[in-house]
């Protein structure tokens, strides 16, 4: 099965950046579109930004276009995702999460392989 470990996240003031990382086990990375997600205090999880296995194709929540940049190292098995100018709402527990799916599917959520999450605080 595969497994994914997070990494990157941490404390900043708004208008700064992180990078997160998302490694993966496995022989198949390719063949896995990968997500992005989040979840603050008392909010549901949302969607974030999503890849396709090669590549390709990309998607944005609308509260992070232009600011967030999702990427993925096939040969390094590892996604990213270049986070710039962060505010005080992206405040939340990122988790990375994939599946043998297109980039459209990721976006419900409904995945099944998920990271432990790492935690993003943004101060003001």
């Known amino acids: 099965q595969v497994q994914l470990v997070e990494s990157g996240g941490g404390l900043v003031q708004a208008g700064d950046s992180l990078r997160l990382s998302c490694a993966a086990s496995?022989?198949?990375?390719?063949?896995?579109?990968m997500g992005w997600f989040r979840q603050a205090p008392g909010k549901e999880r949302e969607f974030v930004s999503g890849?396709?296995?090669?590549?390709?194709?990309?998607h944005y929540a609308d509260s992070v276009k232009g600011r967030f940049t999702i990427s993925r190292d096939n040969a390094k098995n590892t996604a990213y995702l270049q986070m710039n100018r962060l505010k005080p709402e992206d405040t939340a527990v990122y988790f990375c999460?994939?599946?043998?799916?297109?980039?459209?599917?990721?976006?419900?959520?409904?995945?099944?392989?998920w990271g432990q999450g790492t935690q993003v605080t943004v101060s003001s």
């Open positions: 496995g022989r198949t990375f390719s063949n896995y579109a």
């Open positions: 890849i396709s296995g090669g590549g390709g194709n990309t």
């Open positions: 999460a994939g599946d043998t799916a297109d980039v459209e599917y990721v976006i419900s959520g409904i995945l099944d392989y």
